[in-house]
């Protein structure tokens, strides 16, 4: 009988919750760094996003950890769209994240937090137009979410 219980869950979300805070915190220093002065408040800013996006890959690998780990070649299907949904879910998550941030600081506005929660579930293609490289950090993510909850599930 297979073991989908919980070291699958908490190993995918740890995974997650560090490709899509890397996600976030490549694409926003994006913008901080080509800032004709960047400031401490930009560097800030992006690791606070950077730990909204984590908090948002961690709920979001939890939840779609049974994509992961699958046997066989629809296993890997499973996998690689997974981590599509999972990337695209803790975006979203994590922009929702930062839209609380936002309102406990004082920086509310409903516009502005739609846009944030909507910008978090792109993050990540955002970021891979930005510096293509960053494709082998997601498709990396997926294989090494979906053989490390191969081996819990054994």
């Keep these: 009988m297979e073991n989908s219980g919980l ?27 080509t800032a004709e002065a960047p400031t401490a408040a930009g560097f ?7 730990v909204c996006h984590a908090l948002g890959g ?3 690998g939890f939840l779609l950890a049974g994509l992961f ?3 066989g070649a629809a296993g890997w299907i499973m996998a690689l769209v997974g981590g599509v949904a999972v990337v695209l879910l803790g975006g979203l998550f994590g922009g929702a994240f930062a839209a609380i941030y936002g309102t406990v600081t004082g920086t509310a506005d409903l516009t502005v ?3 944030r929660i909507g910008l978090g579930a792109v993050t990540a293609p955002l970021a ?7 494709a082998l950090l997601w498709i990396l993510s997926a294989i090494v979410a979906h053989l490390t909850c191969a081996k819990a599930r054994a």
Excluded: C, K, M, Y
């Design 7 to 33: 070291g699958a869950r908490v190993r995918s979300a740890l995974i997650w919750a560090l490709t899509t805070a890397l996600f976030a915190v490549a694409f926003a220093l994006q913008d901080v760094l």
């Design 44 to 50: 800030f800013g992006t690791a606070i996003l950077g």
């Design 58 to 60: 961690a709920i979001a």
């Design 69 to 71: 780990g699958r046997n």
């Design 113 to 115: 937090d739609l846009i």
């Design 128 to 134: 891979i137009a930005e510096g293509p490289a960053l």
